[in-house]
């Protein structure tokens, strides 16, 4: 009994202690300090020399620095854009990690991820100060000294074995002083061709990070552990003279492509799409966009509770590069609240087109571009298309025959024969 009673005592020890540690871990993230006060504005003239060291690195490099100059006409400028920025930004980053996020999903049993919330706030960032540095190459150098104390609403939704887990970013400070060199200075407008961004020094970022209401950022040690690695990451890659370089003209030409051409889509139908709403249906409707272009994509309109719909809706885009550009075909399951799922997306090169001459394409919708994915087995339906397109005359720069129709011929698609008909697993 001595023996079963010390190893029931162990026992219960172990299993005490680590409901303790447990509960004090959740008290520990989820308490807020009370104590937190707000500054009182003081003037300079009321502080003394140890006040205004402390303040020193707050003060704008215009002040300190001779070589800076004041540029309250570009804040104003930022402030004024900022709600425009705001969104713009927003949509480059979900485009952007779309693709980053479909490669986790059915792996290690996450169901979804997606931005619940993604907004980078109200409060723009501020340029304190900006230096134009003087070289004798065909190149323009800025370094602004930029500070952001921001209000993000940033909420990721993780769904894991049927959990919805909520990862809020807050509280977001940058301070950096980046490099910005346009090069080389060209006399086609935007009048040069590439942006390179490079980092100074190690910039100072500050954040909060609740995950399901928890700051995980008040986990000791956490904090300098997530800071050092940020800092690290960045001097690796930006720290000059490293250098994040942006392409804005074609690197070849150095000049903007001008349009060569009109694209004619036909988006006839899908069939087999997948069921995404509770009932067993979808809403279909269907993006469709040139690769290289800025332009917003064009749209269908949505086939309520339809797995099988039919468009035989006509749509024009205007071609810059038929050897290189990429049409983009995208099906979305039209949702009223939350953000539209995928169902597939193919791509067609326009460089298997013939000029003035109809093609269709039945193409099996894919997960992603990946179309050799061992895990991406499903059956996502297919999508059938017709494409034709119609090159500027070289005189001219006008279409080569009618304007409305979608080929030289008064009436009519200039169809080819079944054995051309494009089928089967699609182009990727």
Same mark, same amino acid.
């Given at each position: 009994?001595?023996?079963l009673s010390t190893l029931l005592?162990?026992?219960?020890?172990? #299993?005490?202690? !680590? #409901?303790?540690?447990?509960?004090?871990?959740?008290?520990?993230?989820? !308490?807020?300090?009370?104590?937190?006060?707000?500054?009182?504005?003081?003037?300079?003239?009321?502080?003394?020399? +140890?006040?205004?060291?402390?303040?020193?690195?707050? #003060?704008?490099?215009?002040?300190?620095?001779?070589?800076?100059?004041?540029?309250?006409?570009?804040?104003?400028?930022?402030?004024?854009?900022?709600?425009?920025?705001?969104?713009?930004?927003?949509?480059?980053?979900?485009?952007?990690?779309?693709?980053?996020?479909?490669?986790?999903?059915?792996?290690?049993?996450?169901?979804?991820?997606?931005?619940?919330?993604?907004?980078?706030?109200?409060?723009?960032?501020?340029? =304190?100060?900006?230096?134009?540095?003087?070289?004798?190459?065909?190149?323009?150098?800025?370094?602004? $000294?930029?500070?952001?104390?921001?209000?993000?609403? #940033?909420?990721?939704?993780?769904?894991?074995?049927?959990?919805?887990?909520?990862?809020?970013?807050?509280?977001?400070?940058?301070?950096?002083?980046?490099?910005?060199?346009?090069?080389?200075?060209?006399?086609?407008?935007?009048?040069?061709?590439?942006?390179?961004?490079?980092?100074?020094?190690?910039?100072?970022?500050?954040?909060?990070?609740?995950?399901?209401?928890?700051?995980?950022?008040?986990?000791?040690?956490?904090?300098?552990?997530?800071?050092?690695?940020?800092?690290?990451?960045?001097?690796?890659?930006?720290?000059?003279?490293?250098?994040?370089?942006?392409?804005?003209?074609?690197? $070849?030409?150095?000049?903007?492509?001008?349009?060569?051409?009109?694209? =004619?889509?036909?988006?006839?139908?899908?069939?087999?799409?997948?069921?995404?709403?509770?009932?067993?249906?979808?809403?279909?409707?269907?993006?469709?966009?040139?690769?290289?272009?800025?332009?917003? !994509?064009?749209?269908?309109?949505?086939?309520?509770?339809?797995?099988?719909?039919?468009?035989?809706?006509?749509?024009?885009?205007?071609?810059? +590069?038929?050897?290189?550009?990429?049409l983009q075909l995208q099906v979305?399951?039209?949702?009223?609240?939350?953000?539209?799922?995928?169902?597939?997306?193919?791509?067609?090169?326009?460089?298997?087109?013939?000029?003035?001459?109809?093609?269709?394409?039945?193409?099996?919708?894919?997960? =992603?571009?990946?179309?050799?994915?061992?895990?991406?087995?499903?059956?996502?339906?297919?999508?059938?298309?017709?494409?034709?397109?119609?090159?500027?005359?070289?005189?001219?720069?006008?279409?080569?025959?009618?304007?409305?129709?979608?080929?030289?011929?008064?009436?009519?698609?200039?169809?080819?024969?079944? !054995?051309?008909?494009?089928?089967?697993?699609g182009l990727l």
């Open positions: 009994m001595g023996f005592g162990i026992f219960g020890f172990g #299993i005490g202690t !680590s #409901i303790g540690l447990l509960i004090g871990f959740f008290l520990f993230i989820y !308490s807020k300090p009370k104590t937190v006060k707000e500054p009182v504005p003081r003037p300079l003239y009321e502080l003394d020399n +140890d006040q205004l060291l402390d303040i020193l690195p707050d #003060i704008p490099l215009w002040v300190k620095c001779p070589d800076y100059e004041r540029v309250d006409w570009l804040n104003k400028f930022v402030a004024d854009m900022w709600p425009y920025l705001d969104k713009a930004i927003c949509a480059q980053i979900r485009s952007a990690t779309e693709p980053m996020f479909a490669e986790y999903v059915g792996k290690y049993q996450i169901e979804a991820i997606e931005f619940d919330n993604l907004s980078l706030g109200t409060i723009p960032p501020e340029i =304190h100060g900006l230096k134009v540095c003087e070289t004798n190459e065909k190149e323009l150098v800025l370094e602004p $000294a930029v500070r952001w104390a921001g209000n993000p609403n #940033i909420v990721l939704t993780l769904k894991l074995l049927s959990f919805r887990i909520t990862i809020q970013l807050v509280d977001l400070q940058i301070f950096m002083a980046p490099r910005i060199t346009l090069k080389p200075l060209v006399p086609t407008f935007p009048c040069f061709a590439t942006v390179a961004v490079s980092l100074l020094w190690k910039p100072d970022v500050d954040f909060g990070m609740s995950i399901l209401g928890g700051d995980i950022m008040a986990i000791p040690g956490l904090y300098q552990f997530v800071q050092k690695t940020i800092k690290r990451q960045l001097a690796s890659l930006y720290i000059w003279p490293q250098a994040l370089e942006i392409p804005i003209l074609d690197s $070849a030409t150095v000049a903007v492509k001008k349009p060569v051409g009109i694209l =004619h889509v036909k988006v006839v139908r899908a069939q087999k799409l997948l069921k995404k709403d509770i009932l067993g249906t979808s809403d279909p409707y269907v993006k469709l966009n040139l690769s290289g272009e800025r332009l917003p !994509s064009k749209k269908t309109t949505i086939k309520k509770r339809n797995l099988n719909p039919e468009w035989n809706e006509k749509f024009k885009l205007i071609v810059k +590069d038929p050897g290189s550009q990429v979305f399951d039209w949702d009223k609240v939350g953000n539209h799922d995928r169902l597939g997306m193919q791509f067609v090169p326009l460089k298997f087109l013939t000029p003035y001459e109809t093609k269709e394409f039945k193409l099996d919708l894919l997960k =992603h571009t990946d179309s050799y994915d061992p895990q991406d087995k499903k059956q996502r339906g297919k999508i059938v298309v017709e494409l034709m397109y119609a090159p500027f005359r070289a005189d001219s720069g006008k279409l080569e025959g009618t304007q409305d129709g979608y080929s030289r011929k008064e009436s009519g698609f200039d169809r080819t024969s079944d !054995s051309e008909v494009f089928g089967g697993a």
